[in-house]
């Protein structure tokens, strides 16, 4: 016994000493892997700048050094935000080594708005530095990467690939009848007709007027795209349409046949390609830079030293209560960083980048009110990416001037609250009983645990109607229009940017290098100015520490979920929304 004792106490100490030991090594290893890839970095002559568009770009390249940390293959591989990618452009336009842009589509979109963007700039890439820009694809050529790739000198596309032209179609999952098994009712009080985030819950389908606007905004985001390829490609709209009804450009020999691409390579081939574009021979070997890597290549041009700066604010994510996270729109946080950047008198204009579908009202309540004083004082430049809907609308509502992309879904000016009641799954599927004791008579008022009483969803409707009228009115207030015409076009509709423009609810249509643009010349500046970037960057080790279970547990749901990880994340939040929300519908997958 007492050696059996004696072994176990030696197993469980090897086993702490030799975590720890572990912990210490990985800590070291990822320590120097962040330090070697703060080094600069040179290429050398005759290379070719790869741009990767088959994993999604966020609107600014996370700062933590640790974010792209694959905990399986103990790699680190950051995804270049636009930000760093409109830089790299720039850069790459002087820069002599660089001859040309290889675009490399894959399997994962970033969104519209966010392809919108970044066409433009590879356009204007093209157009002022008169290098090439060469498109291919490797498996499946998806509707946005085609349209990215629309604008490049040619298309090319793996013979035994396939273009996937064929229009846009929306769609939007349905939780009653799984709901009801469960023995769950989500009790829905909402302001707005078209308000379809609460439809998945007390419905089997579409609404009429759900159905409506997902039509009208799909539409209007298709034909805006076919309007630029028709014009890029020199085929009609007509004709584009056509090649979609009747998938004629699924197989690559019939994408050729009909000029969607321009020729059928395999990667020895497109190397090969653009070895000669390049000015070399095929038997010369060829740098393909990685655009990650080029961020890393110091620029030709000089740095600004300047003490006037313009804050660019990113907030992507849902709009949630407190500090939120890196991945989410904290209310108290953001309040904070933008009180911040008011009272700093070296700042002489905000931007603010919004890409969010919305969440807690009170919340976006806190951001506005920051925003809306900032405005008084400051020019404040809002850009809208692929999303700017509901609270996302809200809190971008007190800019001085609006910018979205003609594909930005925003508006959805409305509001819902959920109220779920689990009684049937307590009682009857888990046979879990219950008791409650109130000192007073509505002390349980919104329990779980039953249904609400009349009264209650009185008082819950009073208090919905009563955040619908506040954002009405701040809307209105910030528009400089009538309650009444923004009422007209609220009720929870969704537009899309160009839409959007037509009814009043932004000022341009540009992204978001015109609205830094745009900030600079509200505020008088020339361009000697220079551009903050905010949230501010956490100490990586503490963040490492902080969020190492969580980075863990997300390389291995993401290797093991691939693109459906964004369904686990927005189930993820759905069971996290609290208190009355102002947010687009959820899951609304536009491909």
Request: glycine fraction near 8%; proline fraction near 4%; avoid cysteine.
């Amino acid at each position: 016994m007492k050696n059996f004792l004696i072994y176990t106490l030696a197993t469980i100490t090897g086993i702490i000493l030799s975590s720890l030991l572990f912990f210490i090594v990985m800590i070291s290893s990822l320590s120097i892997m962040v330090a070697s890839g703060d080094k600069p970095v040179s290429i050398t002559s005759n290379s070719v700048l790869v741009f990767n568009a088959g994993v999604p770009v966020p609107d600014r390249t996370d700062p933590n050094p640790f974010a792209g940390f694959d905990i399986i293959n103990m790699t680190v591989t950051q995804a270049p935000g636009l930000n760093d990618i409109f830089k790299n452009l720039e850069k790459a336009a002087d820069d002599e080594k660089i001859k040309g842009i290889l675009i490399e589509n894959g399997l994962m979109e970033s969104g519209w708005a966010t392809t919108e963007e970044l066409r433009n700039a590879l356009e204007k890439f093209r157009s002022e530095s008169g290098k090439f820009v060469i498109a291919w694809s490797d498996y499946l050529l998806l509707q946005q990467g085609y349209y990215l790739s629309s604008i490049a000198d040619k298309i090319y596309i793996n013979p035994s690939s396939s273009v996937d032209f064929r229009g846009l179609s929306g769609d939007v999952m349905f939780y009653k009848k799984a709901l009801e098994k469960l023995g769950v009712d989500v009790q829905v009080i909402r302001h707005g007709k078209y308000k379809g985030a609460v439809e998945p819950f007390m419905l089997e389908g579409l609404s009429k007027e759900n159905r409506e606007q997902i039509s009208e905004y799909i539409s209007s985001i298709w034909n805006h795209a076919v309007v630029e390829m028709s014009e890029a490609r020199n085929i009609t709209g007509n004709r584009l349409n056509q090649l979609a009804d009747n998938l004629e450009g699924y197989l690559a020999s019939g994408a050729l046949e009909n000029g969607l691409v321009d020729g059928l390579l395999f990667r020895d081939q497109l190397y090969d390609t653009l070895k000669i574009l390049s000015g070399l021979t095929t038997d010369d070997k060829i740098q393909l830079v990685p655009m990650a890597k080029y961020t890393k290549v110091p620029g030709t041009k000089k740095t600004i030293s300047s003490r006037e700066k313009i804050s660019v604010i990113f907030a992507s994510g849902n709009i949630v209560m407190g500090k939120g996270s890196e991945y989410s729109i904290g209310g108290t946080n953001f309040a904070d960083i933008i009180r911040k950047e008011r009272k700093d008198s070296s700042v002489k204009a905000i931007v603010m980048r919004v890409n969010s579908p919305g969440g807690s009202s009170v919340a976006s309540d806190e951001i506005w009110r920051e925003l809306k004083l900032a405005a008084e004082i400051k020019p404040v430049v809002v850009s809208m990416g692929n999303y700017a809907a509901s609270g996302g609308y809200y809190i971008s509502v007190p800019g001085t001037k609006i910018y979205a992309d003609p594909t930005t879904l925003t508006g959805s000016i409305g509001v819902f609250g959920l109220i779920p009641n689990a009684e049937k799954l307590l009682e009857q599927k888990l046979g879990i009983g219950y008791e409650t004791v109130n000192t007073n008579e509505n002390s349980d008022f919104l329990s779980p645990f039953r249904p609400l009483e009349p009264f209650e969803k009185n008082v819950m409707q009073a208090s919905i109607e009563k955040v619908y009228t506040d954002f009405v009115s701040k809307v209105a207030e910030g528009r400089k229009k009538p309650f009444a015409a923004i009422d007209s076009i609220a009720q929870g509709r969704v537009w899309t940017g160009t839409e959007a423009l037509k009814i009043g609810l932004v000022d341009e249509i540009g992204g978001l290098r015109d609205a830094v643009s745009r900030a600079a010349e509200l505020a008088g500046l020339d361009s000697l100015y220079v551009v903050k970037e905010l949230p501010s960057v956490q100490d990586p080790y503490t963040k490492l520490i902080n969020q190492l279970s969580g980075n863990i547990r997300m390389s291995i749901l993401k290797k093991e979920l691939g693109a459906s990880i964004s369904f686990y994340n927005d189930l993820k939040e759905l069971g996290t929304a609290t208190g009355i929300q102002a947010r687009l519908p959820y899951l609304i997958d536009i491909h």
